[in-house]
């Protein structure tokens, strides 16, 4: 299901960074080694407030 999303979030995620909203993002992988299995993903967001970052990811 996550790959099946991913070029949209992708592109999503490419205008949040150039608007500046998005700071940094990323996947969260099991370990460090290039066998690791990714198990989600973080986003660092800026807004106004938590309301404001609430609704820009409930997009």
Do not use: C, F, W, Y
Not at 7 to 25: D, T
Not at 46 to 53: I, L
């Amino acid at each position: 299901r996550r790959l099946d999303v991913r070029p949209k979030h992708l592109v999503e995620a490419k205008a949040l960074k150039k608007s500046g909203q998005l700071q940094i993002g990323g996947a969260l992988l099991t370990d460090h080694s290039d066998s690791g299995k990714m198990i989600g993903s973080i986003m660092i967001m800026k807004g106004e407030n938590a309301e404001e970052v609430r609704q820009i990811i409930e997009k």
